[in-house]
Each structure stands twice: as structure tokens, then as C-alpha cells.
């Protein structure tokens, strides 16, 4: 069965960095992309960008271009999403979310979710 | 904003029949037969519910379909039951140099 298992909960500061990991198993790791979503509490769904599984292209949301790097690493079957010069508005919910690399590109399975807190 | 808009609330008494609409333009929801719908209860992960505007994956309900009609999708819930109650989102492919988009959210109520 698919499955996302994401790294745990983080707290940082304003103006440092995060970087969140997401182990995938039950599928061909390099046939599907992967999306990351984010959900500050209380708000809806904020798609953030995308890696294609086979090729490591990537888009970004033009919100968070310059500031999110999304990366993977296939021999690892986990993918990898680091968001800079952190804000107190960063805080929440990220999600990695299996995707496709070609047509729809839809999010389908979900990882638990990682919880990243920016407070000083 | 969301690129998608939805209503913010929706309600039904159990067993009725009710209908979320999810507006977008011809570059993601008018122009593509992408269109998803999430399924979220509180603190969890969201669940697809629905896919490519309607179909089903595998062990979701038949009482849930998808639609669309120009640039609006809907979801509809039919025989509605109380583990129904759940924040619910669309999504949609998009030709902008965005890749997808997700709709406001829409708070479903059983009364």
C-alpha cells in the first residue's frame, strides 16, 4: 500500500530555514512526482510546488518562488521540501502528497503531515 | 484568496442529498477535466474522494459524484451520513505557471 511518512514536528526561528523529509514506499518511487501543500491553522490548502519523480524537474508556486527548494532523492525513495527566511506566517501543517508526473499532475496520497512552528 | 471559490459552509440533515460548487475560469477548471475533491477531518491528512471530476477511487462511496459544467465543478453527497462532516476542497490542474490549485474549502455540516 502507498504510504508517505513524513519527519517530525519543528520549531525555528524568524529567518532560519526548515527542511522536511518525506519517505514514500509502496510504488515506483521515480513513476510519480510529488507535490507539497501547506495549511496554516484554521486555512485552507496552499499548493507550494512539485518535483516529477522520473526526470527531478520542479514548479514552483510564484508565492514562494526564490524561498522553496524541493528536491528528491530516489535511492532513498524520499523527497525533500527546505522553505527559507522563515516568517511567523510559515507556521503550519506541511504535506507531502504523491502526484503524477504527467496529464492531471494530481495530488492523490498523503503523507501525515509535519507541523512547523516559526516563533521566536 | 484561493484561485478556486467555494462556499464556505454547506448543511444537511442526514440522509438528504447536498451540493458544493468549486468556480474557477477556463485555465484550470473550464479548460481541463481535472478536477479533484478532497475530503479533510479535523487533524487529519485530506482523502480524495474524487478524481478527473468523477471518478471514484477505489473504497469511496458511491454516494459521492463529481460534475462540472463551464468553469464550475460541484461534489455531490447524496444519503448523507454523520461521518460526512468534514471540511471538503476542490483542486484543478492549471495551465498558469502555477501546476495546481486549491479551492477555499467548504465546511460541511450534518445537522
Known amino acids: 500500500q502507498v504510504q508517505l511518512v513524513q519527519s517530525g514536528a519543528e520549531v525555528t526561528e524568524p529567518g532560519a530555514s526548515v527542511k522536511v523529509s518525506c519517505k514514500a514506499s509502496?510504488?515506483?518511487?521515480?513513476?510519480?512526482?510529488m507535490h507539497w501543500v501547506r495549511q496554516a491553522p484554521g486555512q485552507s490548502l496552499e499548493w507550494m510546488g512539485w518535483i516529477n519523480g522520473g526526470n527531478g524537474d520542479t514548479k514552483y508556486s510564484q508565492k514562494f518562488q526564490g524561498r522553496v527548494t524541493i528536491t528528491s532523492d530516489t535511492s532513498a525513495t524520499t523527497g525533500y521540501m527546505e522553505l527559507s527566511s522563515l516568517r511567523s506566517e510559515d507556521t503550519a501543517v506541511y504535506f507531502c502528497v504523491r502526484g503524477y508526473n504527467l496529464g492531471s499532475h494530481r495530488p492523490d496520497y498523503w503523507g501525515q503531515g509535519t507541523l512547523v512552528t516559526v516563533s521566536s | 484568496q484561493s484561485a478556486l471559490t467555494q462556499p464556505a459552509s454547506v448543511s444537511g440533515s442526514p440522509g438528504q442529498s447536498i451540493t458544493i460548487s468549486c468556480t474557477g475560469t477556463?485555465?484550470?477548471?473550464?479548460?481541463?477535466?481535472?478536477v479533484s475533491w478532497y475530503q479533510q477531518h479535523p487533524g487529519k491528512a485530506p482523502k480524495v474522494m474524487i478524481y478527473d471530476v468523477r471518478n471514484r477511487p477505489s473504497g469511496v462511496s458511491n454516494r459521492f459524484s463529481g460534475s462540472k459544467s463551464g468553469n464550475t465543478a460541484s461534489l455531490t453527497i447524496s444519503g448523507l451520513q454523520a461521518e460526512d462532516e468534514a471540511d471538503y476542497y476542490c483542486?484543478?490542474?492549471?495551465?498558469?505557471?502555477?501546476?495546481?490549485?486549491f479551492g477555499g474549502g467548504t465546511k460541511l455540516t450534518v445537522l
Open positions: 483542486g484543478s490542474y492549471t495551465s498558469s505557471s502555477t501546476l495546481w490549485v
Open positions: 509502496g510504488y515506483t518511487f521515480t513513476a510519480y512526482a
Open positions: 477556463s485555465s484550470d477548471v473550464g479548460g481541463y477535466n481535472y
